[in-house]
């Protein structure tokens, strides 16, 4: 059996599968994006309130591996506030708290190091601080954190496979499944392989390319 | 009021010196990092369509002034008058700062790295009947080769001309100077005399640190040395 026959013949479990590791996807990026993106923004503004905290959240987490944290949130945790809650969701939450905190780190870098005099030079010209956010600060903090941003999300995508561990029915798991019946691991893991290489490979040429593009501009310090 | 200096044309154009009386005023300016003292009740003026010229050795304080006197940092004590606007300090409170009446280039220009020079000259311009000032400013600095380039595409010499622009169209009435001469060949040091020449004559008011003893000589009104402090 090739891997193409295999793909067709369990078509439905793997469009099932990567269905579940997209939605996943989308609700963590989603997720980082707009919570990490905020929180970033807060840690750089309000320092006193917001810095101090996320900061310690994010060093901590960054000690844990995701699968501690994850074995944690489904069973202990669950366990103590005696409570059930679909592995899914489990799952979603555990890899968007893992994303918010490091997009967040991401952000408040990328407004850290933009250098003060370029909001100073705005200032001196009379630009409003709407226009200097919209204009300067915002698309400085893009050109900082885009590609570090990118390579944080496609390893979330890859940290979705941990998800199977706790029976979300994702791609991997569905895969090993369809291993369970026909046994066919070659075919089967190297067809997943290039699942992921067809989505990891454009997202972090896309990184690397923004890197490269976007590299010389704080070159004027 | 057009922008027919002369860089580029040779015919003279006589401006306006009206408003002689506006200047800015430091009064007793004092201002400290830790225990270094580094102006000590400092007095200034800079009048409109006059140059001072600021000199010393580095950490002489030079700097230090040029930032009390444009409101970029708080002095510790003393008075800045804008004109007729007055800011006591100690002054905790935030105020509103004369931007961009007052205005600053700096040594290392700060271009905006993601505009082209074009965007970076008239991101600040608030009316968008704006096309003929630039025309003209484009036209004086000689700047139509480069204008649409990003800055890291721009020689030194022209981003500087770019970052003069940059102030300029926004008809500022006083403009602050940070060593912009310091990286500059001597052709380039020239221009900027020129162009320096050009704005007293159009009645602004200058504030101009540098290291090069001619260039105080030809462009300062007042020439003030500032020592090593403390």
């Keep these: 059996m090739s891997i193409l026959e295999i793909i067709i013949q369990y078509r439905e479990g793997f469009a099932q599968g990567l269905l579940v590791t997209l939605e996943l996807c989308l ?17 750089s503004r309000y320092k006193l309130y917001f810095d101090a905290p996320i900061r310690l959240i994010a060093f901590t987490l960054s000690g844990i591996p995701v699968l501690v944290f994850l074995f944690w949130l ?44 370029f909001i100073e030079t705005a200032d001196v010209c009379g630009i409003s601080h709407k226009k200097r956010f919209w204009k300067i600060e915002l698309p400085l903090i893009f050109r900082h954190a885009i590609s570090p941003f990118i390579i944080v ?11 199977s561990l706790i029976s979300v029915d994702e791609i991997f798991r569905v895969a090993q499944r369809v291993n369970s019946i026909i046994y066919k691991p070659v075919e089967i893991y190297t ?10 490979l454009p997202l972090n040429g896309l990184a690397l390319w923004f890197k490269h593009k976007y590299a010389r501009d704080f070159s004027e310090k | 009021m057009g922008w027919h200096y002369g860089l580029n044309i040779n015919t003279p154009v ?29 007095n200034i003026k800079i009048k409109q369509g006059e140059a001072v010229v600021v000199m010393g050795p580095s950490g002489s304080g030079k700097t230090t002034l040029l930032r009390s006197l444009a409101l970029l940092d708080k002095p510790d004590s003393g008075k800045v008058v804008v004109d007729d606007k007055e800011f006591v300090f100690p002054n905790d ?31 600040a311009v608030e009316n968008t009947d704006y096309a003929t000032q630039l025309d003209e400013l484009i036209d004086y600095l000689g700047m139509g080769k480069f204008i649409d380039n990003y ?26 100077f940070d060593e912009i001469t310091s990286a500059l060949d ?20 200058i504030f101009f640190i540098t290291h090069h003893n001619h260039v105080a000589e030809k462009i300062g009104d007042s020439i003030i040395h500032m020592n090593e402090t403390e």
């Design chain 1, 191 to 200: 067809a997943l392989g290039i699942f992921f290489l067809m989505i990891s």
């Design chain 1, 74 to 117: 489904h069973y202990p945790l669950q366990s103590l506030l005696q409570i059930q809650i679909n592995p899914f969701i489990t799952a979603t939450l555990t890899l968007s708290i893992i994303n918010i905190f490091s997009v967040s780190d991401i952000v408040r870098n990328g407004i850290k190091d933009i250098p003060k005099q």
């Design chain 2, 14 to 42: 006589i401006f306006p010196r009206n408003n002689r009386d506006n200047m800015i005023k430091g009064i007793n300016i004092s201002k400290s990092f830790g225990n270094k003292k580094v102006l000590n009740k400092v």
């Design chain 1, 153 to 163: 999300q496609v390893n979330m995508l890859h940290m979705t496979l941990f998800a």
């Design chain 2, 186 to 205: 001597e052709k380039q040091v020239n221009n900027i005399i020129k162009i320096i020449d050009d704005l007293k004559r159009k009645n602004i008011g």
């Design chain 1, 27 to 43: 609700i963590i990026w989603l997720s980082g994006l707009v919570i990490g993106g905020l929180l970033g923004w807060l840690s």
């Design chain 2, 151 to 176: 800055p890291n595409q721009s020689s030194v010499g022209q981003k500087q001309r770019v970052a003069i622009a940059r102030a300029l169209i926004l008809n500022p009435k006083y403009i602050f």
């Design chain 2, 93 to 123: 409170s935030d105020f509103k700062k004369p931007y961009p009446k007052v205005t600053v280039v700096y040594q290392q220009l700060f271009l905006w790295p993601h505009l082209t020079n074009r965007e970076n000259i008239t991101l």
